[in-house]
Structures are given as structure tokens and as C-alpha cells.
């Protein structure tokens, strides 16, 4: 492949189209099988500090470490995808998430749930970046919509299980739960992934709809490019807001009134908070796959506006109306609908932008991310204790998600544009001067 854009379609064929759509289902269920390590644990947070009588803030570090070490491990878990493949890395993850949660149903200090949230991090990481590089690969033609269905298996994966985690909580107490669940998911991740495999060479081909830089970059050409700093800085922005309603909505529907309000749906009643979780798993969800589906048509830029704005836009009136049950209910659900496609379009922008051969470590370098807005979770409830209002927290971040939103257009688009051109004359000049040196193209 000698230019700029990869011009091959089709996706996949014969045998190699069934397996590769395979591959993205197996993904799915071990992403599903990590979700409830990040997203149930909302739940478990007023139970812990009515049993122990700890401070939300102490509580809320084992989150930040859990989501540190997931994000901060990335890149070396991207070297041992690339060494070891992906079924010894997801079943080492799912080892790893089991243990955590027993870890958290027998701790009774803070550095217990510490050290359960670490090795749920190392779990977390290992199946997240395996699965998210394994889509990137099987799905060249469709990295939008495959990256969004893997990450939407994360993102509405606790959506079947919120319910029965708070019944069991309410029921069996929190410990019961953390360790019966722990199990559960350990298990059926475990199974899975002997499953996944990685596509052979010339087994999957690129789309001629996109426009994808040709060139494969090493993780340190990669870094040395304005425009993946430029990807870093819109990712940071725009994770903080969704990784502070993670952590911190059960916290904020107490604080805000709303927590015990019975939702009457006439064919049910149930609680607000649990409500607004099931909801929210399931936006969370759909939003990967439909905005990643989106930019594969539109682009990502034109995706990012749409999404980062209406997410700030979100994020500002759950701050003014959120005091109001059913206001609480949906603006959280569009919070969270915009905020999941993160997941899906800055995956997918690495792997046009960058290349799938060094994507494990690129992209796993991107995601720290994520690691570095978790640093804003606890810094969230200083702010609030502090000003005693969510909304300074929440207009603070929807601030972030809309400069991000002006970024996309601004920045983002005609950066995008110069380094798809410039790696089509580098590749040029590499190819050329192997050709003068009698040797094989420098990328092919």
C-alpha cells in the first residue's frame, strides 16, 4: 500500500467474515463480564461507609486507584498483547477481576479495598485493551462501529446485573455480593477467552469509504506527532465529566434529594437511583456503537462535535434541574449517552491516524487518559464539601466537554488532515529508498 488512503473492500470474505464477527461477540461477553468492577460500584459505596463509618472521599481513592492502574498499565499490557496474543491476556484479566471483588467481600480496612481495587485495575486493563485492540484489527473497514460494540459491551455490560447486585446488597449484605459476583464474572471471562484469537495477515481489508493514513507508526513516532497530544488533551476533557458521573452518581442523587424517589412506570415501581443505573448502562451502551457507526460515515471530528456538545450541554442542566426526580432520570441517561462514544471514536482515530501494528501500545498510551481524569473523582467531592453544590462540579467539567467540542473543529480536523498527508509522503521516501537499497517496500 503506497498511498495515503487504503483503498481495499469488502471487510472480510468467505470463512474469514464469520470468524471476525465471531471474534467481536467473544469480545463482547469478556467485556460485559469486567463491567460491574467500574460501574456497580456506586452501589457499594453508602454500604461500605455505613458499615465502617469512613469518609465518601477515602472510600472514593479505591476507585481512582482502580481506574489509575487500569489506565496507567495500558501500555505495557499493549506489549503483551502484542507478545502473548489474546487469549493468555484476557485470561489472566479474568483471573485477576475474580480475585478482586474477593478480595473486597473479606476487606474490612480501607487498604484492603486499596488492594482489591489495584488488582481490579490489572484485571480490568488486560481484558479492555486486548479486546479494544482485537476489534482495531478484525475490523479495519469498520473500526468505529466494531471498537463501539466491543467498548459498548463495557458500557452497558452491568446493565442485566444492577438490579440483582442491589437486591443481593439489600438482601445478603455487600460482602456477599462482592464475592458471589466476583466469581460469576471471573469465570465466564475466563471461559471466553479461549475463544479469541488474532486475524492472520491478509485475512480482513480495509474500507474504501475512509480515509485512513497508510502507514503503520511505532509508538515513538506516534508521540512525537502533534496531533496525538493534541487526541490526548480532547480525551482528558471529555473523560473527566463521564468518569465523575461513574463514581459519583449515587452520591449526587442522595445529595441531590432524589435517591429514594419511587419512579412509578405503572407496570413497576422502583427506586430512582437503581432506575437511573439501569438506564444509564444501557445509553452507555448504545452510545459506543451508534456514535462509532456514525463516524464511520461522517467522520470522527463531525462525530465529536455532536457528542462532546450535547454531553456538556447534558451535564450543565442535570446541575440546574437534577433536584427533580424525572429530570434526574433522563439527564443522566443523556449524560451518559454521550459520554460512552469516547471509548469508540479516540480508539478508532488512533487506529486511522497511527495503524494497527503498534496499536496496542499506541492506543494504550492514549488511554491514560482516562487515568488522569480519574484524579478528578475524589478532587469532585472536595469541591463540593467546599462550595456545598454538585453544580459548581458539574459546570466545571461540562466547561471541559465543550471546549473539547470547539477543539474538534478548530484543532482537531485540519491537524488531522496535514498528518494523513504527511505520512503519504513519508511512506513515499521510506518505499522509494528501500527500493534504491533492492529491498521490500517500508510498508506494504
Known amino acids: 500500500m503506497t498511498t495515503a488512503t487504503q483503498q481495499i473492500s469488502g471487510g472480510a470474505s468467505g470463512t474469514s467474515n464469520a470468524t471476525r464477527w465471531l471474534q467481536l461477540v467473544v469480545g463482547v461477553?469478556?467485556?460485559i463480564a469486567t463491567a460491574n468492577i467500574q460501574y456497580a460500584w456506586t452501589l457499594f459505596v453508602p454500604e461500605i461507609q455505613g458499615t465502617f463509618g469512613w469518609a465518601r472521599a477515602e472510600i472514593q481513592i479505591a476507585f481512582t486507584i482502580f481506574v489509575l492502574v487500569q489506565t496507567w498499565l495500558a501500555p505495557i499490557e499493549g506489549y503483551f498483547i502484542d507478545k502473548l496474543g489474546p487469549r493468555l491476556m484476557v485470561a489472566f484479566g479474568a483471573i485477576f477481576i475474580g480475585l478482586a471483588w474477593v478480595?473486597?467481600?473479606q476487606a474490612t480496612t480501607l487498604m484492603g479495598f486499596y488492594v482489591g481495587a489495584a488488582l481490579g485495575g490489572v484485571g480490568v486493563g488486560s481484558i479492555y485493551a486486548t479486546c479494544?485492540?482485537?476489534a482495531l484489527k478484525w475490523f479495519p473497514d469498520r473500526r468505529g462501529?466494531?471498537?463501539?460494540?466491543t467498548a459498548g459491551g463495557y458500557g452497558a455490560g452491568?446493565?442485566?446485573t444492577i438490579l440483582p447486585i442491589a437486591a443481593m446488597i439489600k438482601t445478603s449484605g455487600f460482602q456477599e455480593t462482592f464475592l458471589f459476583f466476583g466469581i460469576l464474572q471471573g469465570s465466564l471471562a475466563f471461559l471466553a477467552a479461549w475463544f479469541l484469537r488474532s486475524p492472520a495477515k491478509g485475512e480482513v481489508s480495509a474500507s474504501a469509504k475512509l480515509v485512513q493514513a497508510s502507514r503503520d507508526y511505532t509508538l515513538k513516532e506516534a508521540l512525537n506527532t502533534k496531533l496525538f497530544w493534541l487526541m490526548f488533551f480532547m480525551f482528558i476533557c471529555v473523560v473527566t465529566g463521564g468518569m465523575m458521573a461513574v463514581a459519583q452518581l449515587g452520591v449526587?442523587?442522595?445529595?441531590?434529594?432524589v435517591k429514594e424517589f419511587e419512579v412509578d412506570m405503572y407496570f413497576f415501581v422502583m427506586a430512582a437511583l437503581p432506575l437511573a443505573l439501569m438506564l444509564d448502562r444501557i445509553m452507555?451502551?448504545?452510545s459506543r456503537p451508534l456514535f462509532g457507526w456514525i463516524s464511520d460515515n461522517i467522520g470522527r471530528e463531525k462525530t465529536m462535535v455532536i457528542a462532546f456538545t450535547l454531553e456538556g450541554f447534558g451535564i450543565i442542566a442535570l446541575g440546574y434541574f437534577g433536584h427533580n426526580p424525572w429530570a434526574f432520570l433522563i439527564l443522566s441517561g443523556v449524560v451518559f449517552l454521550a459520554w460512552g462514544e469516547v471509548y469508540s471514536l479516540f480508539s478508532a482515530l488512533a487506529g486511522d491516524a497511527f495503524g494497527t501494528k503498534h496499536i496496542g501500545k499506541i492506543y494504550g498510551v492514549l488511554y491514560t487518559a482516562k487515568g488522569i481524569g480519574a484524579l478528578f473523582v475524589p478532587v469532585g467531592n472536595l469541591m463540593m464539601e467546599a462550595t456545598g453544590t454538585w453544580s459548581t462540579v458539574l459546570y466545571t467539567v461540562a466547561c471541559m466537554d465543550l471546549t473539547a467540542a470547539v477543539l474538534a473543529v478548530v484543532a482537531l480536523r485540519p491537524t488531522l488532515k496535514k498528518h494523513v498527508a504527511y505520512s503519504a509522503d513519508l511512506l513515499k521516501k521510506e518505499n522509494a529508498a528501500a527500493a534504491a537499497n533492492g529491498g521490500a517496500p517500508a510498508h506494504a
Open 132 to 134: 479494544i485492540n482485537n
Open 29 to 31: 461477553v469478556c467485556m
Open 145 to 149: 462501529l466494531a471498537v463501539g460494540l
Open 284 to 286: 452507555n451502551g448504545i
Open 252 to 257: 449526587i442523587a442522595q445529595d441531590l434529594g
Open 158 to 160: 452491568s446493565a442485566a
Open 103 to 105: 478480595i473486597n467481600s
